[in-house]
């Protein structure tokens, strides 16, 4: 289901949550910027359900960190939540919206049309948390000159005019590894461009740890019902 987020803060209840101004994500660090997507998942999860607060400790469990660490990566945003009430649903979507990006709207172009590229370029969740795909780039004769979405796919020695044209501030590179470093070169430049690598089975293992660790949790519980 698509996400949409409000350029302005939405209407809260008096006294349900004290909050700073929203910063930049400079000075947060690396590793909260991380779950601060996971964060939000969750809390769009939770608007599907019209469920309007929630507490530190049920919003951790759905985003499979700790309570401590859940507080203390939000009040590098300046949300405190409130004891006995809890997070309002609603203004913390904007807040984390706002700054992870997901209310703007950020031009993607994507190199590399094989499989992962491909599946990428029909991925429809992209447009609901931000990214807007502005095009496609591969070498293989047989995809230049073919569309995807209404896109046609660029050859790759049009790359740095593709960029150009579309005015795309991400590209996402998914070619073969031995194609990946040219492709970098090409894009970045020495200031300003930051470059993150995803490794998907890394991620595949993280999820993996999170489903066995609900799993153990269950059992010990399971366990200590038919002790008690």
Do not use: C
């Amino acid at each position: 289901m698509s996400q949409s987020f409000p350029t302005d803060p939405p209407p809260r209840a008096a006294g349900t949550q004290h909050w700073r101004a929203v910063p930049t994500l400079k000075g947060i660090p690396d590793a909260t910027v991380a779950r601060l997507p996971v964060y939000l998942r969750a809390l769009n999860q939770l608007a599907e359900q019209r469920i309007d607060t929630i507490s530190s400790g049920a919003l951790a469990e759905a985003a499979g960190v700790n309570s401590a660490q859940l507080r203390k990566d939000l009040s590098y945003l300046g949300s405190y939540g409130t004891r006995g009430v809890g997070y309002d649903v609603a203004y913390l979507r904007f807040q984390i919206g706002r700054v992870v990006g997901s209310a703007h709207d950020w031009p993607v172009i994507i190199v590399g049309l094989g499989n992962l590229g491909t599946a990428l370029a029909n991925y429809s969740g992209f447009y609901s948390h931000g990214f807007r795909v502005v095009g496609l780039i591969d070498t293989s004769p047989d995809l230049v000159g073919k569309g995807i979405h209404g896109l046609d796919i660029s050859d790759l020695s049009e790359l740095e005019d593709v960029v150009a044209k579309t005015g795309a501030v991400i590209a996402v590179i998914a070619t073969p590894a031995d194609a990946a470093q040219s492709v970098a070169d090409r894009l970045v430049v020495p200031e300003g461009v930051n470059v993150r690598k995803v490794d998907l089975g890394q991620e595949l293992q993280i999820l993996a740890y999170h489903e066995q660790r609900k799993s153990d949790d269950s059992q010990i519980l399971a366990k200590s019902r038919r002790t008690s």
